[in-house]
């Protein structure tokens, strides 16, 4: 895959994120071409500070 396409499953979990009532934050763990971990923002969800769409990613 590119990295246009990386970017683009990032904004589809962001808008995903957007339509369940979240924030429109996604982020995707890409390690050798592959998709490794992704995340949205959870901040408000989870009452946490730290709960970035990357923080989310990477736990």
Request: hydrophobic share 45%.
């Amino acid at each position: 895959m590119s990295d246009t396409q990386f970017l683009q499953q990032a904004i589809n979990l962001a808008m995903e994120n957007v339509q369940a009532g979240g924030r429109p934050f996604g982020a995707i763990v890409v390690c050798d071409g592959q998709v490794v971990a992704s995340g949205v923002n959870q901040m408000l969800e989870l009452n946490d500070p730290t709960a970035h769409a990357e923080l989310m990613a990477l736990r």
